[in-house]
C-alpha cells in the first residue's frame, strides 16, 4: 500500500471505530421508564390547525377517543374559511379563531398562545400536531411524567407511517434521527406535535417570550427554553409515540427535511458541528470503505460494520419489514449531511404556505 492508502485506512478505521463507540453507547442508554400512569390533572389538549392533514378526522378522533376521564380538545384556526373546518365540525371538537398577533411568531406559536390566554383554568396543557394520529394511552403517557416537580416538558417524537412510494419511506427512515436525540437527554428537546407541560411553566412574562422572541417560529425551542431557564428537565415518553402519516413527494420531503433541520440549527447551533462531524464520518467510512476494499484487500469490508449495526436499528425501529430500508440507511448520512449545509445559511422557511425569516 502507497502511503495515502495507509493513512486512508488509518482514518478510516479510526472513525469506524468512533462511530461504533456511539453505536454501543446508544445500545446501553437505559430507558426511561415513565410513572405509575396515575397522575390526571386536568388537561387542555390544543390542536393548531390549517389546511387539511392527511386521515385529519381521524386524527381528531384519536384524540377524542383518549382513555383519560379529565380533558378537552380544543383547535385553533386562523379562519373560518379554513379547509380543516369541515373536519373540525364533522370530529365534533371545539374551535376558536386566531386571536393573538405578532411580527416574528409563526401561525401555530399564535394559535397555541391564544389557547393559553383564552383557557387558564387547566392544570396541564398539551400541543397535539392536528397531523399525529395517536392511540387511546397516548394523553396519559404524555402527561404521566408531569408528577415528577423536576419535569417540566413530556414530549415524544413520531413514527412516520408511509402511505405509498419511496419518498414517504425516506421519511420514515429521516424520522428516527429524532428518536435518537430525544431518548439522549443531552440532546433532548420537546417535540412541539406532542408535548405536554404544567400550568405553572408559562407565566405571563414566559408567554411574551414564546410570543414575541426571536425563536417564536418554533413553539419546539420557546417552550425548551422556558424550561430549561426554570432548570427544569425533559422527559421523553416513548410509549406516547403518535403515528404522522405521510405521502410526500421528492421536493415535499426536501422542503420538510429543509425545514426541520433549519429550526434545530435556530435553536441548537451546536447541533450543526456535531452533525456534520458524525454524518461526515459515516460518509468517510462508508466510501472509503468501498474504495479500500475493492483496490486493496476485502478484509476492508469491515469497515461495513456500524452499516450492518445501522440498518439493524432501522428495522428494529420500523414498524414494518420493508426492503426499501436497506438502501434508504445508505443515502440518509449523505441527505442528513446536505439538510444541514442548507440549514445552516437559511435565512427564511416556507411553512404552511407561509413565510418566516429566521433571526440569528
Keep these: 500500500?502507497?502511503?495515502?492508502?495507509?493513512?486512508?485506512?488509518?482514518?478510516?478505521?479510526?472513525?469506524?471505530?468512533?462511530?461504533?463507540?456511539?453505536?454501543?453507547?446508544?445500545?446501553?442508554?437505559?430507558?426511561e421508564h415513565n410513572p405509575n400512569g396515575r397522575y390526571a390533572p386536568k388537561a387542555l389538549v390544543i390542536v393548531p390547525c390549517k389546511g387539511k392533514d392527511i386521515g385529519l378526522y381521524d386524527n381528531l378522533q384519536s384524540l377524542k377517543r383518549q382513555r383519560y376521564k379529565n380533558y378537552e380538545v380544543v383547535a385553533v384556526v386562523d379562519s373560518e374559511r379554513d379547509d380543516a373546518i369541515e373536519s373540525i365540525r364533522a370530529a365534533?371538537?371545539?374551535?376558536?379563531?386566531?386571536?393573538?398577533?405578532?411580527?416574528?411568531?409563526?401561525?401555530?406559536?399564535?394559535?397555541?398562545?391564544?389557547?393559553?390566554?383564552?383557557?387558564?383554568?387547566?392544570?396541564?396543557?398539551?400541543?397535539?400536531?392536528?397531523?399525529?394520529?395517536?392511540?387511546?394511552?397516548?394523553?396519559?403517557?404524555?402527561?404521566?411524567?408531569?408528577?415528577?416537580?423536576?419535569i417540566g416538558i413530556s414530549t415524544t417524537f413520531p413514527y412516520f407511517m408511509p402511505v405509498s412510494g419511496f419518498w414517504p419511506r425516506v421519511k420514515m427512515v429521516w424520522g428516527f434521527v429524532g428518536q435518537n436525540l430525544l431518548e439522549n437527554k443531552n440532546t433532548r428537546f420537546a417535540w412541539g406535535g406532542s408535548m405536554a407541560f404544567r400550568r405553572d411553566l408559562i407565566g405571563r412574562k414566559d408567554l411574551e417570550f414564546f410570543k414575541n422572541s426571536k425563536y417564536s417560529v418554533s413553539d419546539d425551542i420557546c417552550v425548551t427554553m422556558i424550561a430549561r431557564r426554570k432548570k427544569l428537565g425533559i422527559a421523553y415518553s416513548a410509549a406516547a409515540q403518535p403515528l404522522v402519516l405521510t405521502n410526500d413527494n421528492f421536493s415535499q420531503f426536501i422542503e420538510w427535511s429543509n425545514?426541520?433541520?433549519?429550526?434545530?440549527?435556530?435553536?441548537?447551533?451546536?447541533?450543526?458541528?456535531?452533525?456534520?462531524?458524525?454524518?461526515?464520518?459515516?460518509i468517510f467510512v462508508f466510501l472509503s470503505g468501498i474504495y479500500l476494499s475493492l483496490a486493496v484487500s476485502p478484509l476492508f469490508?469491515?469497515?461495513?460494520?456500524?452499516?450492518?449495526?445501522?440498518?439493524?436499528?432501522?428495522?428494529?425501529?420500523?414498524?414494518?419489514?420493508?426492503?426499501?430500508?436497506?438502501?434508504?440507511?445508505?443515502?440518509?448520512?449523505?441527505?442528513?449531511?446536505?439538510?444541514?449545509?442548507?440549514?445552516?445559511?437559511?435565512?427564511?422557511?416556507?411553512?404552511?404556505?407561509?413565510?418566516?425569516?429566521?433571526?440569528?
Design 92 to 150: 365534533g371538537v371545539k374551535y376558536i379563531i386566531t386571536d393573538v398577533k405578532s411580527a416574528r411568531a409563526s401561525g401555530k406559536v399564535m394559535a397555541i398562545a391564544t389557547a393559553l390566554q383564552r383557557f387558564r383554568n387547566y392544570d396541564a396543557y398539551v400541543i397535539a400536531d392536528s397531523d399525529i394520529r395517536a392511540k387511546s394511552s397516548w394523553l396519559q403517557e404524555l402527561v404521566s411524567p408531569l408528577q415528577e416537580r423536576s
Design 259 to 282: 425545514r426541520q433541520t433549519s429550526l434545530t440549527l435556530l435553536g441548537y447551533r451546536s447541533n450543526f458541528r456535531r452533525g456534520m462531524f458524525f454524518y461526515g464520518s459515516e
Design 301 to 360: 469490508l469491515l469497515l461495513f460494520l456500524h452499516l450492518l449495526v445501522s440498518w439493524k436499528r432501522g428495522y428494529s425501529r420500523a414498524k414494518r419489514l420493508d426492503p426499501a430500508i436497506v438502501p434508504i440507511v445508505v443515502i440518509i448520512p449523505f441527505i442528513y449531511f446536505c439538510n444541514l449545509i442548507v440549514a445552516r445559511f437559511a435565512k427564511k422557511i416556507t411553512w404552511r404556505g407561509a413565510e418566516y425569516r429566521l433571526y440569528p
Design 1 to 31: 500500500m502507497g502511503l495515502l492508502t495507509v493513512i486512508l485506512s488509518i482514518l478510516a478505521s479510526l472513525a469506524l471505530l468512533m462511530l461504533l463507540a456511539i453505536d454501543s453507547a446508544r445500545l446501553l442508554r437505559r430507558k
